[in-house]
Each structure stands twice: as structure tokens, then as C-alpha cells.
T-cell receptor, first 115, second 111 residues
Framework: KAGVTQTPRYLIKTRGQQVTLSCSPISGHRSVSWYQQTPGQGLQFLFEYFSETQRNKGNFPGRFSGRQFSNSRSEMNVSTLELGDSALYLC??????????????FGQGTRLTVV | DAKTTQPNSMESNEEEPVHLPCNHS???????IHWYRQLPSQGPEYVIHGLTSNVNNRMASLAIAEDRKSSTLILHRATLRDAAVYYCILRDMNRDDKIIFGKGTRLHILP
């Protein structure tokens, strides 16, 4: 079956702009979680969506938001971009909620560069 | 959250076994030990997880110390494709609704 698909793969934006990233989970998976990966901070949890509801949120400012649609596809939005938002953004899908201790399947990520 | 400690990097020769250690001295009774790895230019990939007993799957084996304060991921016969960052992660089955990654161990495979 198809894996987790993230689009676009690469993105260049200017400071102050906003960006929307998309994640299509594995068919049948209902949980989508998002992570930011930078050389300095490593992989950090952003939030998890399950059944179109945000279930948990990491320690990120309100400029980072997301949503999930009825088909489980998820989008992540970052407003008023800062240079420090340059990172690899990864999404992961799992069959059940993360706290059910299921395996998470990650996409290849979207590389965002803010200039 | 209980923390894990891993060496920053390790080297191994191709076609030899690799033992990747992880210390988790503050592990609680409900923490599962998970391993993920991240190949270059890829997202993380689940490898294996366990609670108390040693576990085997097609990718690797997980050896868990009797007191659960440490564990070892074993790759039985390393290939160049196994060069990656390996993350040892503790997840509480009762409450952890996120995956907390540490710095991991960067594994280099020498041909």
C-alpha cells in the first residue's frame, strides 16, 4: 500500500509570508502527527490530529497550526514565517492515536527554507 | 518524561553484527522501549519495540536488560543501507500521545 505522502517536497518562502504543507496518511490510518526537524533542536513534536481534532500540541507558538479533514488528510500552516522556521517538516500516520502505542509511519518530509 | 542516553556515533564494518546501546535508568514500569532509525534524506522508520522480553523481527533484535535500565538494538549483519541515525525512545502506553526523539546514535558502516 502507498506510504505517507507529503507535498511539496521543497519550498522556499520569504520572511513574513505564510505556508501550508500537506500530508496524506496511509489509507485507513486516522492519526496524523507533525514534527519539525532542525540541526540544532533535532526532531520535535508539533501536534497530533485524530478524527479531525487536535489531540495534543507541542511547545510551539500559535503561528503553527494545523487541521485534519474527514478523509484523514492533514495540513499544517505556519504564518508570519521567521528565518528560524527553516526546517524539515515531517508528518507521521498511525492506525490509532499515538497514545495507543502503535507504530508511526513517517513521510519523507517537506524541506522549508525561509529567506 | 523518562530520558534515554545513547552514544553520539558508532562505526561498524559491513556484514558484521552491530550492537547499539541505550541507557534509560529512570524508565517506569509502563514505558515501552521503541527504536526508530532515520536514513539520509528520509523520515524516521520504525524498527522495533519491546517492554520486558527480548524481541526479534525481520529488521533487528532488541535485547532488554533484566532491570530494564538499558537495552541494546542488534543488527545481525550490517549492510551499507543500515547507515542511519538510530533513536531509542521510551513511550508510556498509558499517556504518551507524542513521540519524543533524542539525539540518537549516528551509525557509520564501513565497506
Amino acid at each position: 500500500k502507498a506510504g505517507v505522502t507529503q507535498t511539496p517536497r521543497y519550498l522556499i518562502k520569504t520572511r513574513g509570508q505564510q505556508v501550508t504543507l500537506s500530508c496524506s496518511p496511509i489509507s485507513g490510518h486516522r492519526s496524523v502527527s507533525w514534527y519539525q526537524q532542525t540541526p540544532g533542536q533535532g526532531l520535535q513534536f508539533l501536534f497530533e490530529y485524530f478524527s479531525e481534532t487536535q489531540r495534543n500540541k507541542g511547545n510551539f507558538p500559535g503561528r503553527f497550526s494545523g487541521r485534519q479533514f474527514s478523509n484523514s488528510r492533514s495540513e499544517m500552516n505556519v504564518s508570519t514565517l521567521e528565518l528560524g522556521d527553516s526546517a524539515l517538516y515531517l508528518c507521521a500516520s498511525s492506525l490509532l492515536r499515538l497514545k495507543m502505542n502503535t507504530e508511526a509511519f513517517f513521510g519523507q518530509g517537506t524541506r522549508l527554507t525561509v529567506v | 518524561d523518562a530520558k534515554t542516553t545513547q552514544p553520539n556515533s558508532m562505526e561498524s564494518n559491513e556484514e558484521e553484527p552491530v550492537h547499539l546501546p541505550c541507557n534509560h535508568s529512570t524508565i517506569s514500569g509502563t514505558d515501552y522501549i521503541h527504536w526508530y532509525r532515520q536514513l539520509p534524506s528520509q523520515g524516521p522508520e520504525y524498527v522495533i519495540h519491546g517492554l520486558t522480553s527480548n524481541v526479534n523481527n525481520r529488521m533487528a533484535s532488541l535485547a532488554i536488560a533484566e532491570d530494564r535500565k538499558s537495552s541494546t538494538l542488534i543488527l545481525h549483519r550490517a549492510t551499507l543501507r543500515d547507515a542511519a541515525v538510530y533513536y531509542c525512545i521510551l513511550r508510556d502506553m498509558n499517556r504518551d500521545d507524542k513521540i519524543i526523539f533524542g539525539k540518537g546514535t549516528r551509525l557509520h558502516i564501513l565497506p
